[in-house]
């Protein structure tokens, strides 16, 4: 088999894996907004689950995929083992160590995060939130510990456990609201938190087992003489504080969302569990399985631009009919996964309004992830650093006029500025990838999406949107599952079947595969 079709098995089991973690993430957030809706304690627990969250991000997967897999991926690759199981142990050891300090300093000094998270909520709403941030604290521990296990997993290409994982994670969530749900919102919230503590033990307890049978010289320690762990210290400096201004970057959006009217927050992180879907279907999966290939690849930069291009035509032909969807049918999207109980089609056309705005840089910042995912094969991590930064105080900037100031210029209620904070983050993330690839392209040659080939993708999948609209007219507003299938389906295939017209190489390369795969089934 050749490397190519090892990446896109690969690409094709990290997609499987996220695919059926976020089918019951999104389970589980249509079963919280049943219950919670776009209320006071709806706003407070998605503000309070973003802490753990920032520091999962800040010291979990983006950073190990970034400093510890290319060290370790390349280990491996020249047959080191024993080397690579032993750098392994030892970061374990030191993640475990920094996590329980941050995680003690946190639950210590929530009064003092609370300006930082919760600007602008008063009263019973911001104690709630400190309440629930105190619950959350340890469980950020256990989900970095959780990344470090996925790093392993991922460098000896066992991708499909290590993105599952999470599918515990919300089962316990599900499962502890539907235990609960004759309780108040406010009570209901609370055992949530801890029902969501419990899922991180269990996100972390299934993957231990693969861990220890595929690096069976896995020793912990805090030895830090050997080069290969120094090389991971030094490079989970620059790649944290990247990250880290990624997530100041969240945050800046959330403190603005607080600003804005009850169920701004709420709707917001509603928003992001739709708009983060094809990012990590297809961005994620993607970049997950390149980036140990490249990280082992011995071949040279040419080598290194043919994969980045081929995984950026795979990443393009997903991604944009994914934008023009949340252009499209926002709506109907939203309706279909959440409208239900407390949350009505008002609300999902609030929601409309948020995601459309993030299809302005859908694409950007899915393309960027692979890029990134380059440098860091490369060694170098502070490139993305620069440019991070840069992207952060542009969607600072942009947001606070968009979400502040716009609305009132144009004449709109004030809530709507929630879809300028995620239309100004496009603006940015397009500055963003344009930087990445200039400075790329400079060091391994030409690399990018072909100018023929983005008309063509953009072309049917306008295709695809305009019968889509026909038959949303036509059926109006129905039950939201029968609406969504009746527009979406269509949409979806037509845009297959316009990309195949078109001859969209991978359109063809897609329909090969399920041939393939129809043929070994039958």
């Known amino acids: ?53 920032f520091l999962q991000n800040l010291f979990g997967e983006g950073v190990l995929s970034a400093s510890f897999i290319p060290v370790y991926a390349r280990l491996l690759a020249e047959k080191k083992d024993e080397e690579a199981d032993r750098v392994a142990g030892v970061v374990g050891a030191l993640l475990a160590l920094v996590s329980a300090a941050v995680v003690a300093v946190g639950m210590a000094a929530t009064p003092y995060l609370l300006w930082a998270i919760a600007w602008g909520y008063h009263g019973a709403k911001l104690e709630m939130v400190a309440r629930l941030v105190r619950i959350l604290f340890p469980g950020t521990g256990l989900l970095v510990c959780s990344a470090w296990c996925l790093g392993i997993l991922n ?63 896995l020793r912990f320690g805090l030895d830090t003489t050997s080069a290969h762990v120094r090389e991971v210290i030094r490079n989970f400096g620059p790649v944290a504080l990247s990250r880290g201004v990624i997530q100041v970057s969240a945050y800046v959006d959330q403190l603005l969302a607080t600003l804005l009217p009850t169920g701004a927050m709420a709707a917001m992180t509603n928003a992001q569990s739709i708009y983060t879907l094809p990012v990590s279907l297809f961005g994620m999966s993607v970049s997950a399985a390149e980036l140990p ?39 109907v999207i939203t309706g279909l996964l959440y409208q239900s109980g407390r949350f009505t089609h008002a609300d999902s056309v609030y929601v409309w309004g948020i995601i459309a705005g993030s299809g302005v840089g859908l694409l950007a910042s899915t393309l960027g992830r692979l890029y990134q995912s380059t440098y860091y094969a490369l060694r170098d991590t502070h490139t993305p650093l620069r440019f991070a930064v840069i992207r952060v105080l542009l969607t600072g900037a942009l947001g606070y006029v968009c979400a502040i100031w716009v609305p009132g210029w144009i004449g709109i209620e004030s809530r709507w500025g929630v879809a300028g904070l995620t239309a100004s983050a496009g603006v940015a993330g397009w500055v963003e990838f344009a930087l990445l690839r200039r400075a790329l392209n400079r060091r391994i040659g030409s690399t990018g999406l072909p100018v023929a080939l983005t008309a063509r993708l953009w072309g ?18 129905r039950h939201p599952v029968t609406e969504g299938i009746a527009v979406l389906v269509p949409y979806g295939l037509l845009y297959f079947a316009g990309a195949y017209v078109l001859r969209v190489e991978e359109c063809a390369a897609a329909f090969q595969r399920v041939a393939r795969w129809s043929r070994r089934a039958g």
Not at 179 to 200: E, F, I, M, P
Not at 467 to 474: F, P, Q, R, S
């Open 293 to 331: 290939a490249m990280s082992g690849n011995l071949a040279g930069e040419h080598a290194l631009a043919g994969r980045l291009n081929r995984g950026l035509r795979q990443i393009a032909f997903f991604i944009v009919p994914s934008a023009m969807a949340f252009f499209a049918f926002g709506d």
């Open 460 to 477: 049917a999948a306008l295709f695809g949107a305009a019968a889509g609209w026909a038959i949303k007219l036509a059926v109006g507003t």
């Open 155 to 217: 460098s000896h290409r066992k991708f499909f456990l290590s993105y599952t994982a999470p599918v515990v994670w919300n089962l316990a969530m599900i499962a502890t609201i539907l235990l609960y749900r004759g309780d108040d919102l406010n009570s209901l919230a609370v055992k949530l938190a801890w029902g969501t503590v419990l899922g991180c033990v269990l996100q972390f307890a299934v993957q231990l087992p693969v861990v220890f049978r595929v690096a069976p010289q």
């Open 1 to 53: 088999m050749s490397a190519k079709e090892h990446t896109g098995r690969h690409a094709f089991l990290v997609a499987s894996g996220i695919l059926i973690s976020r089918l019951v993430g999104l389970l589980r957030q249509r079963v919280f907004y049943h219950y919670f809706g776009l209320t006071d304690a709806a706003d407070a627990f998605s503000t309070a689950l973003r802490v753990p969250n």
